[in-house]
Every structure is written in structure tokens, then in C-alpha cells.
């Protein structure tokens, strides 16, 4: 029996009351029942962070079990009945599902439920909406979220009761009179102008900024790994860190002095996630920019996550994406404070060639960050290709 999970409140007042679901899919998980159980578990566990992430109220969780999902509901009929009758019971305004649901199964999940249905990549979006603050980071959520928006417009609202503003609705969702293709049409041709303008300011200020002289190192992983902590540590800075889903969205770049004879640019960056839309990722293209023009990666990974390998993978399936795949990468195991003093691993690990491939750290105890400082001194000085933009004509 799946039940309602009791799940911790948040304090925040008149935030939505989000019912999340998430199905145990045979082609999600194909693996033996015991890992199985724990995978399922973490990709949970990282959903209700990017309901807390939403600004939400997470009210309860229904995990559930199926084969391959069903066309119209997504899950079963029956389930499906049981989700209603709980969001009614105990007053849900949002349910929102782990997955991606198809335009059909959105509408009549919404219809069944009487309540607001949210998937995977809206959810996604309404945490970007939130937490952009630059003006290019604004344009780019809303953006991706009118190309989402557009290819669901054949539903409308209409087969909802009552319509307010909400989480994933908040911007080009808000009025029902932007409901019209045209006009969404004409809105996103506008907004990829505006954000062409914003780029084009954005290569200036990068060509005068460096001139190509100095390494550039960017900061990727997956999130919540610890980017902005090392980049406080490294730096000095003072960006937000928190432990939260996407606590970065909008770059930062610092000058950064390894030793008397080596300086870089580091960059931090917007953390990565399973499933990040397309259209988000597209649309996100300008801040990844830094990252697709770095000399040098630093792939923060949190050695302590049970899921780190796979983390591993989908970061670089967007690297991959936004063609920063063959950037030379140092993979940065972070949180070794968290394993146990016997297994700790230390030192930097080199490839054939005697290239620094890995090291390990602890953002928090300072353990690993003289490798560290090692490691990147080494990659900075090791003559890269250099991007045409960089250079500068
Ligand atoms: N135990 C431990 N916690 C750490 C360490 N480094 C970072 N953290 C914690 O991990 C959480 C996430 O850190 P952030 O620096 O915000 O992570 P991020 O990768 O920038 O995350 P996003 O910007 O959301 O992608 C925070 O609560 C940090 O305090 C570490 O070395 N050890
Ligand atoms: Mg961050």
C-alpha cells in the first residue's frame, strides 16, 4: 500500500499545497529489486527538494509502482481515482509528477484531480522562474516557458473550476488572454531579440573583460554538489550557498590567484539535473556560454551522494548539449568530511599522460584544496585551444 507520506512543511505562508507523486516505472528503473527500491527512493527524495526548491508547500508524497505508464493517465485508473479523492481530502492545489506527461495526460489528470497538474519539466521551469535575477536569466525562463506553454495551448484552462496564479504559472502562464498561439508566437520571437541584444552587450563586456589572456575555468556539476562554496572558498566571494536545489542560477565570474606566476577566471554556474528540459537548456545557452567557452572544467561531484555516478553522466550529457564536451575536465570529488576517516581517498589522480584528472576535497575542512590549487596551476599552464571569441578580432 503506497498511503500519504507525511512530509515536512515548509513555513512559508500561502504557499501551494503540492501532493507529489512518482511511479516506479520498469524501464526507469530496470535493475535488481534492492537497488531498485534505492534508486527509486533517491529520485524521490530529489523531487520533494525541487518541490521545497519551488517554493511550495509539500503536503505529501505518493509513490507507486507500474509497468509502463498509461497513455491517457499516466497512471492507472484507480490510482488516479485514489489521488483525487486525497487531493480533495486534504486540500491540494497542485499535484505535481515526477515524470513527463504528455499534453493529454496533463489535461485529463487535471480534470480527474480538479486541481492544477505540474510535471517534471514545469516544475523545473517554475524553480528557474524563481531564482533568475539577472535580466538575460529572466528572459531565458521565460522563454523556455512559453515554448513549453505553446506546445500545451491546445488544452486551455478552461476544464479547471477556478483559475489563480500559482507555481509554473507565474509569468507568461498568468493571463488567459496570452492563451492565443499568435500572440505567444509574436512574444517569443520579441524575447529571443531582446536576449540577442542582452548577448551581444554580454560578448563585449567578455572580450574587454579577458582578451583571451588569462585560463578560463568554469565550475559545473550537478546540483547542490557545493560550485558556490568552493567558488566562495576559492575566491572569496560571497555568492549564495545554500542546500537547495538551483541556489545558483545567474553566473558570477572572479579573477583567481593560484600562486605569484598563475591567475584565472573561475566562473560559477547553474547547477545541472536529470531531465533538465531542452528547451530550458537551449534557452539557457547564453549563461552556459561561459562553461561552452571554458579552457578547463571543474566537475564538482558530491562523493557522497548515492547516486554520483549516474550524476556524473547526466552532467555530461548536457555538457555534451551545449558542445562543451571536449573541454578538458578535473573532476572534484567534494564532502569527503562526510566519509568515514578510513575510506577517505586523497591526492590527485593523473592520467596517462600525467594530466590531473581528479581530486578530492572538502569545501567544508579545507582538506584537498592545496591538491587542488596543484592540480588547476598545472591545467593552466598547459597551452588550450582558444575559442575565436576569446581571442577577439
Ligand atoms: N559536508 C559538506 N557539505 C558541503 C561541502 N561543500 C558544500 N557543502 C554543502 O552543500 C550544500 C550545497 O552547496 P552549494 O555550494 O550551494 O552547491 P551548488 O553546487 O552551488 O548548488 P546549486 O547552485 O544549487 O547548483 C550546502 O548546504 C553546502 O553547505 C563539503 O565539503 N562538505
Ligand atoms: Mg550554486
Known sequence: MSGIAKASLT?????????????????????????RTTLFQSALAEAQELVRASGAELVGVMPCKRQQPDSALFVGKGKAEELAQQAAEIKIDLVVFNHAL???????????????????????????????????????????????????????????????????????????????????????TRLRQQLQQVRRQRATQRKSRNQGILPAFALV??????????????????VVAEDQLFATLDNTVRRLYLNDQTSVLLSDT??????????????????????????????VVDITHPEFERQIDDVNVVLKEINAANIPQLIIYNKIDKLAAVQRPQGIVCDARGRPQAVYISVQDGSGLADLR????????????????????
Open 11 to 35: 513555513a512559508q505562508q500561502a504557499a501551494e499545497r503540492v501532493l507529489l507523486v512518482g511511479v516506479m516505472l520498469d524501464k526507469d528503473f530496470p535493475v535488481v529489486a534492492e537497488r
Open 221 to 238: 556539476g550537478y546540483t547542490n554538489v557545493g560550485k558556490s562554496s568552493l567558488f566562495n572558498r576559492l575566491t572569496k566571494a560571497q
Open 374 to 393: 596543484t592540480a588547476m596551476i598545472e591545467l593552466a599552464n598547459i597551452k588550450h585551444v582558444r575559442h575565436d571569441e576569446q581571442v577577439g578580432s
Open 270 to 299: 547553474v547547477g545541472f539535473v536529470r531531465d533538465l528540459p531542452h528547451g530550458l537548456v537551449a534557452a539557457f545557452a547564453a549563461t552556459l556560454e561561459e562553461t561552452a567557452l571554458a579552457d578547463v572544467l571543474l566537475h
Open 102 to 188: 504528455t499534453p493529454t495526460q496533463e489535461r485529463n489528470l487535471e480534470r480527474l484531480l480538479q486541481c492544477r497538474v505540474l510535471d517534471r519539466v514545469g516544475l523545473i521551469l517554475a524553480i528557474f522562474a524563481r531564482r533568475a535575477h539577472s535580466q538575460e536569466g529572466r528572459l531565458q525562463v521565460e522563454l523556455a516557458q512559453l515554448v513549453h506553454l505553446s506546445s500545451r495551448l491546445i488544452r486551455g484552462y478552461g476544464h479547471l473550476q477556478s483559475q489563480r496564479g500559482g507555481i509554473g504559472l507565474r509569468g507568461p502562464g498568468e493571463t488567459r488572454l496570452e492563451t492565443d498561439r499568435r500572440l505567444i508566437r509574436q512574444k517569443i
